[in-house]
């Protein structure tokens, strides 16, 4: 025998009891109405909810030394895309990650002394 609830209360045990069980006694349409009334809940909050804001960020503008203060993993997103960007325009779409990591650290080189440049001319000057 399963408990049902009095007061028409949801539960998750409720979900578990057959269909023809439920039928019998009218349970049934109250369960179909928790149901309802759960997804009705999601889809209110999952509208309502703020979207993600876009950020918008000019790579042309990034200097050395912005770049150079980033945390490893910004640092990272700014190599991959900018090594993208310009294996993209080569017309080139394999990455040489051992060139990758080589004119990375040229990069780095000529951003510690060249601290106001911007990232795209460090790189032009600086990388092969």
Known sequence: ???ISSGGKCHVWL?????????????WRIAMR????????????????PAAAQIK???NKITCG???????VDRDFVRYFMSGYYNAAANNNVLDYDRLQKNSEKVVAYCKK????????AIQKSAS
């Open 15 to 27: 979900a578990t009891i057959g269909r023809h069980k439920l039928t019998a006694s009218g349970l």
């Open 34 to 49: 928790c149901r309802a009334l759960v997804v009705s809940v999601i889809l209110i909050g999952a509208g309502s909810a």
């Open 57 to 59: 960020l000019d790579m």
């Open 114 to 121: 060249h601290k106001s440049d911007t990232l795209p001319t």
């Open 1 to 3: 025998m399963v408990p």
């Open 66 to 72: 912005n770049w150079l203060g980033y945390g490893s």
